[in-house]
Nanobody, 114 residues
Framework: VQLQASGGGLVEAGGSLRLSCAAS????????MGWYRQAPGKQRDLVAF???????TYAASVKGRCTISRDNGKNTVYLEMNSLKPEDTAVYFC?????????WGQGTQVTVSS
């Protein structure tokens, strides 16, 4: 199973970005899908997660500013990020799991300038 993330980049504080992550190579539908982020020198933390039924969970630090969604037919998860802050700067990793295991994408850099 491969997860291909895209949509990262450099944005000014207050701006928006939309991340996408497509899963391929799986014989089974993805169950949970989500996004984590890791800033330099810090651990990888959950940003947002969405179940196969569409129930989202958000980290407190992004709640109200981010929206996670998914297209089950495309095995793709999206993260819409608004009102971005410099502290949102990190490498963002997509995550997905199915009945066989869990998988990580390669990471996409998000940099928010002040």
């Amino acid at each position: 199973v491969q997860l291909q993330a895209s949509g990262g980049g450099l944005v000014e504080a207050g701006g928006s970005l939309r991340l996408s992550c497509a899963a391929s190579g799986s014989m089974f539908s993805m169950k949970g899908m989500g996004w984590y982020r890791q800033a330099p020198g810090k651990q990888r933390d959950l940003v947002a997660f969405i179940t196969s039924g569409g129930t989202p969970t958000y980290a407190a630090s992004v709640k109200g500013r981010c929206t996670i969604s998914r297209d089950n037919g495309k095995n793709t998860v999206y993260l819409e990020m608004n009102s971005l802050k410099p502290e949102d700067t990190a490498v963002y990793f997509c995550y997905a799991d199915n009945i066989l295991g869990s998988y990580w994408g390669q990471g996409t850099q998000v940099t928010v300038s002040s």
